[in-house]
């Protein structure tokens, strides 16, 4: 497709369970980030790759949180041992750094049980 | 730390109305400031965005108007329609970075 996609619209879990967000940015964008939406707290960024160059980290809440990028293309978010605080919308974006404008995707909501 | 304050939380105006957005920022090494608009179940999408070096950009019905020496900028949206009716997000980054810092977010709603 044209936009980003992500992959699942809804993921309902149980709590201590991991779960594996994926995102799939769109096509030449080097790139990519993760964000989180929870209600009345805006975005909140948590990750961020560019192209080969070590990814920045610096806004995941805690080590249960990992993110990688295979191939330079698509990425996953994986939460492990999933806590209730953890529900929310995870964007994923991409875009062409020259432009400064972010393509989010429709958002993996997450509900921790 | 909230480096992007975005006011007010929530807004309702008429049709017709004037809307307006404001969002003011700390660091001055910020040099790009876009505005996201999202509709429910959506992501955000780039609405307008403005550099430094003008203090108001037009397009269409919305508006940025930016204060450098206030460290404020906000969003003008005019004759507002019911299809505006969405969450608005300031954002701000710095050359270099290219991780936007994102305020709040402002619900507007526009009744017909």
């Known amino acids: 497709g044209a936009g980003v996609s992500q992959s699942p619209s809804n993921k309902v879990t149980e709590k201590g369970k991991d779960v594996e967000l994926r995102c799939d940015p769109i096509?030449?964008?080097?790139?990519l980030y993760w964000y989180r939406q929870s209600l009345g707290q805006g975005l909140e960024f948590l990750i961020y790759f560019q192209g080969n160059s070590a990814p920045d980290k610096s806004g995941l809440p805690s080590d249960r949180f990992s993110a990688e990028r295979t191939g330079g293309s698509v990425s996953t978010l994986t939460i492990q041992r999933t806590q209730q605080e953890d529900s929310a919308v995870y964007l994923c974006?991409?875009?062409?750094?020259?432009?400064?404008?972010?393509?989010f995707g429709e958002g993996s909501r997450l509900t921790v049980l | 730390q909230q480096q992007v304050k975005q006011s007010p939380q929530s807004l309702i105006v008429q049709k017709g109305g004037i809307s307006i957005i404001n969002c003011a920022y700390e660091n001055t090494a910020f040099d790009y400031f876009p505005w996201y608009q999202q509709f429910p179940g959506k992501g955000p999408a780039l609405l307008i965005a403005i550099r430094p070096d003008v203090s108001e950009k037009k397009e269409g019905r919305f508006t940025i108007s930016f204060n450098k020496s206030a460290k404020q900028f906000s969003l003008h949206i005019m004759d507002s329609q019911p299809g505006d009716s969405a969450t608005y997000f300031c954002a701000a980054s710095e050359g270099g970075s290219y991780i936007p810092t994102f305020g709040r977010g402002t619900s507007l709603i526009v009744h017909p």
């Open positions: 974006a991409s875009s062409v750094l020259e432009t400064g404008e972010l393509f």
């Open positions: 096509s030449g964008h080097t790139a």
